[in-house]
């Protein structure tokens, strides 16, 4: 079982950034890939990025190009670094954690899922 705890969301201005943060516990020497998704209310949860835990990422075309995902293995936390944030951007965002080593983009490919935490973009 692995046990995931976003942190780092909050109100930030449009052209802001945040850096989110998801510990993980249960299972420290795991190696599948994390990944990070968002749900605005009412829509679907789509895909943000994915790191492998030798720190392979991949992007999702939500927030390509303003987002960089990182992950700390010794201390068992990945990151979503945002930045030139828009309203639109505005949603809950969940850390999750796969089993195996290939990268997953559907919500279905992950096993683990953190509470979210919300990220507001004001205009």
């Known amino acids: 079982q692995v046990q995931l705890v976003e942190s780092g969301g909050g109100l930030v201005q449009a052209g802001g950034s945040l850096r989110l943060s998801c510990a993980a516990s249960?299972?420290?020497?795991?190696?599948?890939?994390m990944g990070w998704f968002r749900q605005a209310p009412g829509k679907e949860r789509e895909f943000v990025a994915s790191?492998?835990?030798?720190?392979?990422?991949y992007y999702g075309d939500s927030m390509k190009g303003r987002c960089i995902i990182s992950r700390d293995n010794a201390r068992n936390t990945v990151y979503l670094r945002m930045n030139s944030l828009k309203p639109e951007d505005t949603a809950v965002y969940y850390c999750?954690?796969?089993?195996?080593?290939?990268?997953?983009?559907?919500?279905?490919?992950?096993?683990?899922w953190g509470q979210g935490t919300q990220v507001i973009v004001s205009s």
């Open positions: 249960g299972r420290t020497a795991r190696r599948g890939p």
């Open positions: 790191a492998t835990w030798w720190s392979t990422t």
């Open positions: 999750a954690a796969r089993e195996g080593l290939s990268q997953g983009t559907l919500s279905s490919d992950y096993a683990y």
